[in-house]
């Protein structure tokens, strides 16, 4: 069974941190992303990555960025946490060459920014 | 434009009742590929199934099944006898050519079974 974890299910930061979170998967996948998930708004792509060192942007990058030194680990970074940050975030990891592969999700990571 | 409506937001039915969500998509491409993920309250969201646009085929898994029409492009999800342990948000997501692989989700649509 594929794997991705994420360091943290909850998460409280303050306004202005720098906030790191991490996501993990086993099975060897070249493809891994970042979604946040806000009610009403589904879930919407924020950075994804086709190989280590590789990313691109998704539909709201601004005010994140992400870092891919392994393969199995996909970080995203809020350099300076606003509280419009607020919302859960999920990772999701995929086979890579083949679009129409599933992606497989971790639990996700609720932060709250105050 | 690419995009993927749930106009259901919430529905609420009772234990055994059969329940279908909607879910109507939008693409110029004629290659493409269709998914519906559930989320449980637990968070993680769970792939259900992928169908791409040259199979029209229905399919049926135990208690669910998918309605596949591209006349009304539409791709509907039942869940027949339903049970509490669906409770859940649905997603229906879309990948087209251009979107590079990544998935296009719907708002998805809350359902409670209540016993």
């Known amino acids: 069974d594929v794997k991705v974890t994420q360091s943290s299910r909850y998460l409280v930061k303050r306004t202005g941190e720098k906030v790191f979170l991490e996501c993990v998967q086993d099975?060897?996948?070249?493809?891994m992303f970042w979604y946040r998930q806000d009610p009403g708004l589904g879930l919407r792509l924020i950075y994804f990555?086709?190989?280590?060192?590789?990313?691109e942007k998704g539909d709201i990058p601004e005010g994140y960025s992400v870092s891919r030194e392994k393969k199995e680990r996909f970080s995203l970074i809020l350099e300076s946490a606003s509280t419009n940050q607020t919302s859960m975030y999920l990772c999701?990891?995929?086979?890579?060459?083949?679009?129409?592969?599933?992606?497989?999700f971790g639990p996700g990571t609720r932060l709250t920014v105050t | 434009a690419q995009k993927v409506t749930q106009a259901q937001t919430e529905i609420s039915v009772v234990e055994k009742e059969d329940v279908t969500l909607d879910c109507v998509y939008e693409?110029?491409?004629?290659?493409?590929?269709l998914f519906w993920y559930k989320q449980p309250p637990s968070g993680e969201l769970v792939f259900l199934i992928r169908?791409?646009?040259?199979?029209?085929q229905n399919e049926i898994s135990g208690r669910y099944s998918w309605n596949f029409q591209k006349s009304t492009s539409s791709f509907n999800f039942t869940i027949t006898a339903s049970q509490v342990v669906d409770s859940a948000v649905y997603f229906c997501?879309?990948?087209?050519?251009?979107?590079?692989?990544?998935?296009?989700f719907g708002k998805g649509t809350k359902l409670s079974v209540k016993p």
């Open positions: 999701a990891s995929k086979i890579g060459g083949e679009s129409s592969y599933e992606q497989y």
């Open positions: 099975m060897d996948h070249e493809n």
């Open positions: 990555s086709y190989d280590v060192k590789m990313k």
């Open positions: 693409t110029r491409d004629t290659t493409y590929y």
């Open positions: 169908r791409n646009s040259f199979d029209e």
């Open positions: 997501a879309l990948i087209y050519g251009g979107s590079q692989g990544n998935l296009i």
